[in-house]
């Protein structure tokens, strides 16, 4: 069994940054895409930013710039260093990991807010 453990949510003032951290811990050959999604009240979820495990990545418009995803592969661990945070990335941030299926942590709490 795999779970994906989050960590680094919490209150931060606007132009504030946070890093989130999310480890995949389990019987794991090897973990590929890895990614973090965000959920705001009464919205959908959403892709935030995804990386392989080569280490190409991706960004969602509104965050390109302002945050960055890094993994490290021994550790089973990705990364989401968010920078310039905005009442608007106020979410529910959910980390993913793809091994034989995809996998979802159970989510962290980012609140921007003066």
């Known amino acids: 069994q795999v779970q994906l453990v989050e960590s680094g949510g919490g209150l931060v003032q606007p132009g504030g940054s946070l890093r989130l951290s999310c480890t995949a811990t389990g019987t794991i050959f090897s973990v590929n895409a890895m990614g973090w999604y965000r959920q705001a009240p009464g919205k959908q979820r959403e892709l935030v930013s995804s990386?392989?495990?080569?280490?190409?990545?991706n960004y969602a418009r509104s965050v390109k710039g302002r945050f960055t995803i890094s993994r490290d592969n021994a550790k089973n661990t990705v990364y989401l260093q968010m920078n310039s945070l905005t009442p608007e990335d106020t979410a529910v941030y959910y980390c993913?990991?793809?091994?034989?299926?995809?996998?979802w942590g159970q989510g962290t709490q980012v609140t921007v807010s003066s």
């Open positions: 993913n990991a793809q091994v034989a299926r995809i996998y």
């Open positions: 990386i392989t495990r080569a280490g190409t990545t």
